[in-house]
């Protein structure tokens, strides 16, 4: 016999499903957000930030509460649906400098699968302190504002 | 969930008609040599390796899964009883999870798990990949026949 081959219903990659985008909005702060695909969930405490260079320090602030789930082994679990926006302070850094964000994400899919812990990155160029208003963020985190 | 249901009537029907000796067909993308997979050795959660050659010669069901995916958890009471049903009929269950020893040796307790529970960090992930496991997604099975074919894979 063979399989129903019509039954495997097609999902999507981890980034894609969970596409993370960021942009500057001043020279000391950054908006990273997570755009999460319908009918796909990421784990609250299993987002991580990392910048580079690494001479630049992160402050990440509590993130927003999500949707509680009880979960039978880990207890109570915090996810987060549709997006996310996160407001990063940065310190140390020289006006003008570009830096490259990661951002650590583990979710799911609603169809009963789960993806392992998946980094995605971001290049930004940080204004100047003088300068006014948000920049535009760089490769990755411009192409998710398009779609 | 649903899915997961729908998966494992898929998987089910896999291991039956292979406990029974009929032949089974799959798609063409699926790698059909186990070779590299039974030739792995890994540790159990006591530590001590075990080589996938033991069980050369039964219908082999490996299910590459984390105590961090809710949905392979969900399934694997079902494999427990499924170990139950057909292993005396020749089928193996093997875990293989991409997690740490100590999260799967309290699942497996808790779970009363009664076939192997192999170790291989996210590595398993990589390993899963080679056997097809497009997405690198959990959970994601392969059932190798008693000749060392793989016969099904599903993620």
Redesign the interface.
């Known amino acids: 016999?063979?399989?129903?081959?019509s039954?495997q219903?097609s999902?999507l990659?981890?980034e894609k499903a969970f596409r993370f985008s960021a942009r500057a909005i001043d020279a000391r702060s950054v908006e990273a957000r997570f755009t999460i695909a319908d009918g796909y969930y990421l784990y609250r405490d299993k987002i991580y930030f990392r910048v580079e260079p690494t001479s630049t320090r992160l402050s990440v602030p509590e993130l927003p509460s999500g949707k509680i789930k009880e979960?039978?082994?880990?207890g109570r679990v915090e996810t987060y649906r549709g997006s996310v926006v996160i407001t990063l302070g940065l310190q140390g850094i020289t006006p003008g400098q570009k830096l490259v964000l990661k951002a650590e994400s583990?979710g799911?899919?609603?169809?009963?699968?789960?993806?392992?812990?998946t980094v995605q990155q971001v290049t930004l160029a940080l204004p100047d302190a003088s300068s006014a208003g948000p920049s535009t963020p760089a490769n990755i985190g411009k192409k998710a504002w398009f779609n | 969930m649903a899915t997961v249901k729908q998966r494992l009537v898929f998987a089910v029907v896999a291991i039956v008609a292979l406990a029974a000796g009929a032949w089974f067909a799959v798609s063409t993308e699926v790698p059909r040599d186990a070779t590299t997979l039974l030739a792995l050795s890994l540790p159990d959660t006591e530590g001590k390796q075990q080589a996938l050659a033991q069980w050369r010669g039964k219908v082999l069901v490996v299910n590459f899964w984390a105590t961090w995916c809710a949905p392979c958890r969900e399934e694997m009471p079902e494999f427990v009883r499924m170990q139950r049903e057909f292993g005396p009929r020749g089928v193996q269950f093997v875990g293989i999870a991409a997690d740490q020893p100590d999260k799967v040796d309290q699942f497996a307790k808790e779970l009363k798990l009664n076939y192997p529970a192999l170790i291989r960090g996210y590595g398993a992930i990589e390993l899963s990949k080679t056997g097809g496991n497009r997405l690198s997604a959990l959970p994601f099975t392969i059932v190798v026949d008693r000749l060392g074919s793989v016969v099904y894979t599903r993620g």
């Open positions: 016999m063979a399989l129903p081959l039954a219903v999902l990659p981890a979960d039978e082994f880990f583990q799911c899919a609603d169809l009963g699968i789960c993806y392992p812990p």
